[in-house]
């Protein structure tokens, strides 16, 4: 069971970090990804991390203004939103499963988190 915990409202040029904490079940074997779905579009990737490796990827919009991290101890994973613009304002979602852009490889999802970024 994953659950996404940090959106929130913001305006342009602000951060936010969003938390996607893990229960019930061991994610160590699986990467952790973030997605997103603004109002009337399709999900898209916005980053992914290896759940041991630490190895990275994000969607070119997020490079350079967004960071995934993991804390294994603490079974979660982060997304760190810097320097947002109103095209980021979306539902966000992270999800377990292999380390991937397609949303299909992955197994487990969380109900998702609100960002809305004002300009």
């Known amino acids: 069971q994953l659950a996404e915990s940090g959106g929130g409202l913001v305006q342009a040029g602000g951060s936010l970090r969003l938390s996607c904490a893990a229960s019930?079940?061991?994610?160590?074997?699986?990467?952790v990804g973030w997605f997103r779905q603004a109002l009337g579009k399709e999900r898209e990737f916005v980053a992914v991390?290896?759940?041991?490796?630490?190895?990275?990827h994000y969607v070119d919009s997020a490079k350079g203004r967004f960071t995934i991290s993991r804390d294994n101890a603490k079974n979660t994973v982060y997304l760190q939103m810097n320097s947002l613009k109103p095209e980021d304002t979306a539902v966000y979602y992270c999800?377990?499963?292999?380390?991937?852009?397609?949303?299909?490889?992955?197994?487990?999802w969380g109900q998702g988190t609100q960002v809305t970024v004002s300009s």
């Open positions: 991390i290896t759940w041991s490796g630490g190895t990275t």
């Open positions: 019930g079940r061991t994610f160590s074997s699986y990467a």
């Open positions: 999800a377990a499963g292999v380390y991937s852009v397609d949303e299909y490889k992955y197994r487990y």
